[in-house]
């Protein structure tokens, strides 16, 4: 889609009408994920075509300083193609393998994780393994954080490197509710007595399918049956509640559940704008970013509920047949440092939530975290200690396609 | 060289559209090859019959396809009748040209933006009128029934229509006959429908088609203002068109067929309506009273091209606060500030689609030109009168775009080629021909043959006489051709969608997958910049002779 | 200076069988033969014949000579034959010149001279850049002449080039235009239903019926 810095318009005719769509000019390179000065070398030059979901603008802006930073410093061209959700992405890749194209991939390096993750790496689709040999892998202190190379209970067996955290949270405006409800079961409760105050994304978008798993996982008080791929039988157990749950919830909810919005990004609006009182994000400091740039009145407040939430990582990963491995991995190793991380978790810029482990860094590099925690509108940290796990990456599309079925067509 | 052209336009006009539409059928029946199908089978129907609220979905865009140009027609008529010759009557035909450059998705985005509980309109009149502090919780764009589309589209078909109108009316003698029926007693409004509407309604039939299968198959606008539990055929067929999971393609292909049949069935049950209407009619024109609803009709048609305009520049109100509005709490009336801060944002976004944007619609526009600048001259040097090509001209426009775009891209990927930037080029001239065509055509055909005749006695050749002297003296509607193809270009969202597969960005296809997400304020933006560039040709063609011929006293009359 | 000769023989124009015109003549150098009849008996249609774009829907006989060679079988612009329509019909986004310069052919040396000579021999010198919307009738019907002038024809044809030009206007120019064409060498056809104008071209006359 809509690339980073478009080539003058000159060199773009002639590369149109001149040049054959089908050029290929790089060759076939060892790669040598040890040696690192190696790769740096290799990656002189190269373009990465990096695919990564293209819905929220403080990102592309993100990247865009990342691409500049790339030029000036590794001479390499990151290219930021925007995808409305990753499993396009996959398609492709799966598309390209299935013509036999197994070393011009169009696709250097992509944001993934659960189950687009899970069926690249069972299909043998990505490059790898390579991201534990990052000079800044360290820096997640993976033994710690096991999350680091576990993604939605699958192993990442080092084939991709983590890029944010995210976690559920849910944000409520506190000139219309001062005491928000703190479990599921007390959000159907309080939307009863208060129709209209609340909705969630229309699944398959991904904030909308998370609040279904968080929903099932509070509702089944998370039974095991979600940790293991998914059956029809367990389906078919675990979720009757669940739809008894939101078949009750609906009729309450904005618009009496007849429309549901789009996007984490139309659900803010619909509080920016007092038709909601109550919304979910999966980036921690998504409600105090908007309070800052005004899209949100400032008596917003975000926090966690009680018995916990999802939280995940997401990852980077190189395709198998990825024309640019070297610059891709120089560029996921970037991605990785104390500047790019401290960068992107700065409200003013990306506003995400670093995976490097803070407490082990030394006191001026942790200083550069340091523009987040004690906002008034963000949850704290104790209470975003408190994760649940994310269920088997087979439940989603499961999740989904039956909410599809229910509640499609009203 | 000259036939050549002429036949290569009839070829470029019939074939891909037909060609498509029946290629469209076949991964619908099992035959895929690029995924390895290649068996006859009926599984998509099934799969598609199956799908959850499909006779909701083909039920709303069956009733859009009816109702918006019934209303639309309806309003037109009205307002010829009750307004031909007044002084409102000068200013809207002044507008409507301009109007119809304002595409779809910028119109339906600015009239969400208009018509939402926490839109512009809700804003103004709380909570100082309604004690509202927080929008209503009301369905309003978007609601089950389509009501937000119907509005939108009939907003945007009624400016269309009455240029239809407007173009065919004086064959008719318009005024002759009024006189006539008024000296018999009838009253003007009732005269115009006795007398001027039914003649004028079968010369605007072909143009009503293509509404109904505007109206029954459009995604952009349902998208922006359609339902959403469930969609509309269309948007649903795109979806799945679009899907990752490459298996949706046979169900996308049966559903496409089933949006054909769908819009055959809008036509089907509109030509029924026709004849009823035209035997209430005949009942009523023999009935010979020549008062009775006169007073309703000239207030409804009075009322209702200013509501249209009113609402349509409500739209546009909608789009320039929101695309300049800092922090802005519902119910205030106006944003607290104002800033640039969303154009500073989206410029970097803004220059890719941009430049794409204007790439395509000069192509395509200036390659239709040419193909019909060949065609009219071939014509008029064989001296034979107007060719037949004029009902395939209409075809793009009277087969849902969504069924012979997806055949067309069917075919590609059987023959292995990439979506790029060529193919969409081609799409856009599909769609840009029939407008540059009715455009240019009676511009050229009127001019003066005595003007060629000159340059012949004077030696000069059929090329010469062409280049130096048909082709300046065409410039003013060369030029408002080219502004009128490339509006419809630039308003183009299916075929850049689906013959770029996404990789080409348009102004109007980043626009459109913005409304899933962004906020109004960059949506605005882009819907901003989306309806400027028509204007820009438009404003070029008013200009440009203008300044060409500045010192040319004898040409600036030359329209 | 022309020296030809302009043949019209067993000329015949009917519309749907039923016959317009029937003429057979000949027109020396310097000569005008004046063709007279009342409106729709095909006077413009025989010049449109002669001239080469006939429509269609007219059937056609005879032959038309120049010089003694059959010009019915070429195109209209290479028929060399000049005609003044009831217009001047100055090319409006062509400057004066840029009209002279239109009819010349395209290897006649030192047009910019031809031009200014021709422009002064017609009484209208410094000319050259003016725009023809701004031209009175008359001067427009003057350089019109010089434009078929220049581009050299074997013959001239006249399709009541006067009828808009008032009564004073009208001799003054009727006259330079027969002087100039006599001058010239060149036969002439005029077409014309006002009396005057055929004494003043002092040639043959044919009346159409």
């Given at each position: 889609m809509a690339q980073l810095r478009p080539s003058s318009p000159l060199i773009r005719i002639f590369l149109l009408f001149v040049l054959l769509p089908h050029s290929s000019l790089t060759t076939a390179q060892a790669i040598d994920v040890a040696d690192w000065s190696a790769l740096k070398q290799q990656a002189r030059g190269q373009t990465v075509y990096f695919n990564a979901w293209g819905g929220e603008p403080r990102i592309n802006s993100y990247l865009n300083w990342v691409a500049q930073t790339l030029e000036q410093r590794f001479d390499i061209n990151l290219q930021h193609v925007k995808v409305a959700d990753t499993g396009e992405t996959v398609s492709k890749i799966v598309a390209e393998r299935q013509a036999g194209n197994d070393t011009n991939g169009s696709i250097d390096l992509l944001w993934v994780n659960g189950e687009n993750f899970a069926a690249l790496k069972q299909n043998k689709l990505l490059f790898g393994p390579w991201a534990e040999e990052q000079p800044n892998f360290s820096l997640v202190n993976a033994d710690r954080f096991p999350e680091m190379r576990e993604d939605f209970t699958v192993p990442t067996d080092g084939l991709e490197s983590p890029w944010t955290r995210s976690q559920l949270v849910f944000y409520h405006d506190s000139q219309w509710l001062v005491e928000p409800p703190q479990t599921i079961a007390a959000i159907l409760d309080w939307s009863t007595s208060n129709p209209g105050e609340f909705t969630y994304p229309r699944p398959p978008a991904f904030l909308g399918s998370t609040f279904l798993k968080q929903a099932v996982l509070e509702i089944s008080n998370n039974d095991p049956a979600l940790f293991a791929p998914v059956t029809d039988d367990e389906f078919q157990r675990v979720t009757t509640a669940l739809w008894d749950y939101l078949d009750a919830l609906h009729p309450t909810l904005l618009r009496a559940g007849r429309y549901f919005p789009n996007s984490a990004a139309e659900l803010r609006r619909l509080m920016g704008d007092g038709e909601i009182s109550l919304a979910l994000a999966f980036n921690p400091n998504e409600a105090l970013l908007s309070v800052r740039t005004g899209e949100l009145p400032d008596t917003v407040r975000t926090y966690v509920l009680q018995g916990g939430t999802i939280g995940n990582v997401s990852f980077l990963a190189i395709p198998y047949n990825a024309q640019h491995k070297a610059a891709a991995m120089i560029t996921a190793n970037f991605l990785l440092s104390i500047e790019a991380q401290a960068r992107a978790s700065d409200p003013n810029h990306m506003g995400s939530t670093t995976v490097i482990s803070i407490e082990d860094l030394d006191a001026s590099a942790r200083q550069q975290f340091d523009s987040v925690s004690t906002d008034l509108a963000a949850a704290s940290l104790e209470e975003l200690s408190r994760k649940l796990q994310e269920p088997h990456p087979s439940w989603t599309p499961a999740l989904e396609r039956a909410w599809i079925q229910r509640y499609s067509a009203r | 060289m000259l036939r050549w052209a002429s036949h290569s336009l009839i070829f470029l006009l019939a074939a891909p559209i037909l060609l498509g539409t029946f290629i469209a059928s076949l991964p619908a029946f099992g035959y895929f090859p690029p995924l390895g199908s290649s068996d006859f089978s009926v599984e998509a129907w099934r799969k598609l019959f199956d799908v959850p609220g499909l006779t909701r979905s083909v039920l709303i865009s069956l009733i859009s396809g009816v109702l918006t140009p019934l209303i639309s027609l309806t309003l037109v008529f009205l307002y010829l009748a009750s307004a031909t010759g007044s002084k409102l009557d000068l200013w809207i035909r002044r507008l409507v040209s301009p109007l119809l450059s304002f595409p779809h998705a910028a119109a339906a985005f600015g009239l969400a933006f208009l018509i939402a509980p926490s839109g512009l309109f809700s804003r103004i009149i709380s909570s100082g009128l309604t004690g509202w502090e927080r929008p209503p919780d009301i369905l309003i764009v978007n609601d089950t029934w389509g009501l937000s589309l119907l509005f939108g589209l009939i907003v945007k078909e009624v400016p269309f229509l009455l240029l239809m109108s407007l173009a065919a009316l004086p064959q008719l003698q318009p005024r002759y006959r009024i006189e006539v029926a008024r000296t018999l007693g009838y009253r003007p409004t009732i005269a115009w429908l006795k007398v001027i509407a039914p003649s004028l309604y079968p010369l605007v039939r072909l143009p009503v088609i293509a509404v109904i299968v505007f109206a029954s198959a459009t995604v952009d606008v349902a998208l922006i203002l359609g339902p959403t539990l469930p969609p509309t055929l269309s948007v649903r067929v795109l979806s799945w068109f679009n899907?990752?999971?490459?298996?949706?393609r046979f169900l996308a292909a049966a559903g496409s067929l089933l949006q054909l049949v769908v819009s055959l069935i809008a036509v089907a049950i509109w030509l029924v309506l026709e004849k009823l209407v035209g035997l209430l009619w005949r009942f009523w024109l023999a009935a010979g009273n020549r008062n009775t609803g006169e007073s309703l009709a000239f207030v409804i048609g009075r009322g209702a091209m200013p509501t249209v305009l009113m609402v349509i520049a409500g739209s546009l109100l909608a789009l320039l606060t929101n695309a300049f509005a800092g922090p802005w709490r519902f119910p205030s009336a106006a944003p607290s500030s104002w800033t640039i801060q969303h154009w500073a944002n989206s410029l970097s976004d803004l220059s890719a689609p941009l430049f794409n944007t204007v790439l395509i619609s000069v192509s395509s526009t200036l390659l239709a030109l040419i193909l019909v600048a060949a065609t009219l001259e071939s014509e008029r040097q064989s001296g034979k009168g107007k060719s037949t090509v004029m009902w395939l001209l209409y075809l793009p426009l009277l087969i849902p775009q969504i069924v012979f775009l997806f055949g067309i891209i069917v075919l590609t990927e059987f023959a292995g080629w990439q979506a790029n930037l060529s193919l969409v080029i081609f799409g856009h001239l599909l769609f840009v021909l029939p407008y540059v065509f009715l455009s240019f055509s009676e511009a050229y055909r009127q001019l003066d043959p005595r003007w060629t005749q000159v340059a012949s006695t004077l030696g000069a050749s059929q090329l010469k006489s062409f280049w130096q002297i048909r082709i300046p003296l065409l410039l003013a509607p060369i030029l408002t051709a080219l502004a009128i193809g490339m509006a419809i270009s630039i308003s183009l969202f299916l075929p850049t969608q689906l013959l770029g597969a996404g990789r080409i960005t348009t102004i109007t296809t980043e626009a459109v997958a913005l409304t899933?997400?962004?906020?109004r304020n960059l949506i605005s933006v882009w819907a901003i910049v989306q309806l400027s560039l028509p204007i820009v040709g438009f404003m070029m063609a008013l200009f440009i002779p203008k300044f060409i011929w500045r010192n040319r006293s004898g040409m600036i009359d030359t329209r | 200076m022309s020296n030809s000769v302009l043949d019209l023989k067993d000329v015949r124009l009917s519309l749907t069988g039923k016959q317009l015109l029937e003429i057979d003549c000949s027109v020396g150098p310097g000569e005008i033969l004046t063709v007279m009849g009342p409106s729709g008996s095909g006077k413009s249609s025989l010049l449109a014949y002669i001239a080469g774009f006939l429509a269609p829907v007219f059937e056609s006989s005879g032959s038309v000579l120049v010089n003694g060679v059959d010009i019915c079988s070429l195109a209209a612009e290479n028929r060399r034959i000049g005609l003044l329509f009831q217009d001047p019909l100055l090319f409006p986004h062509l400057s004066v010149a840029g009209n002279l310069r239109f009819a010349m052919l395209s290897n006649a040396k030192q047009k910019s001279q031809a031009i200014s000579e021709g422009l002064n021999d017609i009484g209208l010198a410094g000319f050259d850049d003016r725009d023809p919307g701004t031209l009175s009738g008359g001067q427009a019907s003057r350089i019109a002449l010089l434009r078929l002038l220049l581009s050299g024809p074997n013959a001239v044809l006249l399709d009541e080039p006067f009828s808009k030009l008032d009564t004073q206007l009208r001799e003054e120019t009727r006259t330079l235009v027969f002087d100039k064409l006599r001058a010239s060498g060149l036969p002439t056809i005029l077409v014309t239903h006002d009396q005057a104008d055929a004494e003043q071209a002092g040639g043959e006359i044919r009346t159409l019926l």
């Amino acid at each position: 889609m809509a690339q980073l810095r478009p080539s003058s318009p000159l060199i773009r005719i002639f590369l149109l009408f001149v040049l054959l769509p089908h050029s290929s000019l790089t060759t076939a390179q060892a790669i040598d994920v040890a040696d690192w000065s190696a790769l740096k070398q290799q990656a002189r030059g190269q373009t990465v075509y990096f695919n990564a979901w293209g819905g929220e603008p403080r990102i592309n802006s993100y990247l865009n300083w990342v691409a500049q930073t790339l030029e000036q410093r590794f001479d390499i061209n990151l290219q930021h193609v925007k995808v409305a959700d990753t499993g396009e992405t996959v398609s492709k890749i799966v598309a390209e393998r299935q013509a036999g194209n197994d070393t011009n991939g169009s696709i250097d390096l992509l944001w993934v994780n659960g189950e687009n993750f899970a069926a690249l790496k069972q299909n043998k689709l990505l490059f790898g393994p390579w991201a534990e040999e990052q000079p800044n892998f360290s820096l997640v202190n993976a033994d710690r954080f096991p999350e680091m190379r576990e993604d939605f209970t699958v192993p990442t067996d080092g084939l991709e490197s983590p890029w944010t955290r995210s976690q559920l949270v849910f944000y409520h405006d506190s000139q219309w509710l001062v005491e928000p409800p703190q479990t599921i079961a007390a959000i159907l409760d309080w939307s009863t007595s208060n129709p209209g105050e609340f909705t969630y994304p229309r699944p398959p978008a991904f904030l909308g399918s998370t609040f279904l798993k968080q929903a099932v996982l509070e509702i089944s008080n998370n039974d095991p049956a979600l940790f293991a791929p998914v059956t029809d039988d367990e389906f078919q157990r675990v979720t009757t509640a669940l739809w008894d749950y939101l078949d009750a919830l609906h009729p309450t909810l904005l618009r009496a559940g007849r429309y549901f919005p789009n996007s984490a990004a139309e659900l803010r609006r619909l509080m920016g704008d007092g038709e909601i009182s109550l919304a979910l994000a999966f980036n921690p400091n998504e409600a105090l970013l908007s309070v800052r740039t005004g899209e949100l009145p400032d008596t917003v407040r975000t926090y966690v509920l009680q018995g916990g939430t999802i939280g995940n990582v997401s990852f980077l990963a190189i395709p198998y047949n990825a024309q640019h491995k070297a610059a891709a991995m120089i560029t996921a190793n970037f991605l990785l440092s104390i500047e790019a991380q401290a960068r992107a978790s700065d409200p003013n810029h990306m506003g995400s939530t670093t995976v490097i482990s803070i407490e082990d860094l030394d006191a001026s590099a942790r200083q550069q975290f340091d523009s987040v925690s004690t906002d008034l509108a963000a949850a704290s940290l104790e209470e975003l200690s408190r994760k649940l796990q994310e269920p088997h990456p087979s439940w989603t599309p499961a999740l989904e396609r039956a909410w599809i079925q229910r509640y499609s067509a009203r | 060289m000259l036939r050549w052209a002429s036949h290569s336009l009839i070829f470029l006009l019939a074939a891909p559209i037909l060609l498509g539409t029946f290629i469209a059928s076949l991964p619908a029946f099992g035959y895929f090859p690029p995924l390895g199908s290649s068996d006859f089978s009926v599984e998509a129907w099934r799969k598609l019959f199956d799908v959850p609220g499909l006779t909701r979905s083909v039920l709303i865009s069956l009733i859009s396809g009816v109702l918006t140009p019934l209303i639309s027609l309806t309003l037109v008529f009205l307002y010829l009748a009750s307004a031909t010759g007044s002084k409102l009557d000068l200013w809207i035909r002044r507008l409507v040209s301009p109007l119809l450059s304002f595409p779809h998705a910028a119109a339906a985005f600015g009239l969400a933006f208009l018509i939402a509980p926490s839109g512009l309109f809700s804003r103004i009149i709380s909570s100082g009128l309604t004690g509202w502090e927080r929008p209503p919780d009301i369905l309003i764009v978007n609601d089950t029934w389509g009501l937000s589309l119907l509005f939108g589209l009939i907003v945007k078909e009624v400016p269309f229509l009455l240029l239809m109108s407007l173009a065919a009316l004086p064959q008719l003698q318009p005024r002759y006959r009024i006189e006539v029926a008024r000296t018999l007693g009838y009253r003007p409004t009732i005269a115009w429908l006795k007398v001027i509407a039914p003649s004028l309604y079968p010369l605007v039939r072909l143009p009503v088609i293509a509404v109904i299968v505007f109206a029954s198959a459009t995604v952009d606008v349902a998208l922006i203002l359609g339902p959403t539990l469930p969609p509309t055929l269309s948007v649903r067929v795109l979806s799945w068109f679009n899907d990752p999971d490459l298996n949706l393609r046979f169900l996308a292909a049966a559903g496409s067929l089933l949006q054909l049949v769908v819009s055959l069935i809008a036509v089907a049950i509109w030509l029924v309506l026709e004849k009823l209407v035209g035997l209430l009619w005949r009942f009523w024109l023999a009935a010979g009273n020549r008062n009775t609803g006169e007073s309703l009709a000239f207030v409804i048609g009075r009322g209702a091209m200013p509501t249209v305009l009113m609402v349509i520049a409500g739209s546009l109100l909608a789009l320039l606060t929101n695309a300049f509005a800092g922090p802005w709490r519902f119910p205030s009336a106006a944003p607290s500030s104002w800033t640039i801060q969303h154009w500073a944002n989206s410029l970097s976004d803004l220059s890719a689609p941009l430049f794409n944007t204007v790439l395509i619609s000069v192509s395509s526009t200036l390659l239709a030109l040419i193909l019909v600048a060949a065609t009219l001259e071939s014509e008029r040097q064989s001296g034979k009168g107007k060719s037949t090509v004029m009902w395939l001209l209409y075809l793009p426009l009277l087969i849902p775009q969504i069924v012979f775009l997806f055949g067309i891209i069917v075919l590609t990927e059987f023959a292995g080629w990439q979506a790029n930037l060529s193919l969409v080029i081609f799409g856009h001239l599909l769609f840009v021909l029939p407008y540059v065509f009715l455009s240019f055509s009676e511009a050229y055909r009127q001019l003066d043959p005595r003007w060629t005749q000159v340059a012949s006695t004077l030696g000069a050749s059929q090329l010469k006489s062409f280049w130096q002297i048909r082709i300046p003296l065409l410039l003013a509607p060369i030029l408002t051709a080219l502004a009128i193809g490339m509006a419809i270009s630039i308003s183009l969202f299916l075929p850049t969608q689906l013959l770029g597969a996404g990789r080409i960005t348009t102004i109007t296809t980043e626009a459109v997958a913005l409304t899933s997400g962004a906020s109004r304020n960059l949506i605005s933006v882009w819907a901003i910049v989306q309806l400027s560039l028509p204007i820009v040709g438009f404003m070029m063609a008013l200009f440009i002779p203008k300044f060409i011929w500045r010192n040319r006293s004898g040409m600036i009359d030359t329209r | 200076m022309s020296n030809s000769v302009l043949d019209l023989k067993d000329v015949r124009l009917s519309l749907t069988g039923k016959q317009l015109l029937e003429i057979d003549c000949s027109v020396g150098p310097g000569e005008i033969l004046t063709v007279m009849g009342p409106s729709g008996s095909g006077k413009s249609s025989l010049l449109a014949y002669i001239a080469g774009f006939l429509a269609p829907v007219f059937e056609s006989s005879g032959s038309v000579l120049v010089n003694g060679v059959d010009i019915c079988s070429l195109a209209a612009e290479n028929r060399r034959i000049g005609l003044l329509f009831q217009d001047p019909l100055l090319f409006p986004h062509l400057s004066v010149a840029g009209n002279l310069r239109f009819a010349m052919l395209s290897n006649a040396k030192q047009k910019s001279q031809a031009i200014s000579e021709g422009l002064n021999d017609i009484g209208l010198a410094g000319f050259d850049d003016r725009d023809p919307g701004t031209l009175s009738g008359g001067q427009a019907s003057r350089i019109a002449l010089l434009r078929l002038l220049l581009s050299g024809p074997n013959a001239v044809l006249l399709d009541e080039p006067f009828s808009k030009l008032d009564t004073q206007l009208r001799e003054e120019t009727r006259t330079l235009v027969f002087d100039k064409l006599r001058a010239s060498g060149l036969p002439t056809i005029l077409v014309t239903h006002d009396q005057a104008d055929a004494e003043q071209a002092g040639g043959e006359i044919r009346t159409l019926l």
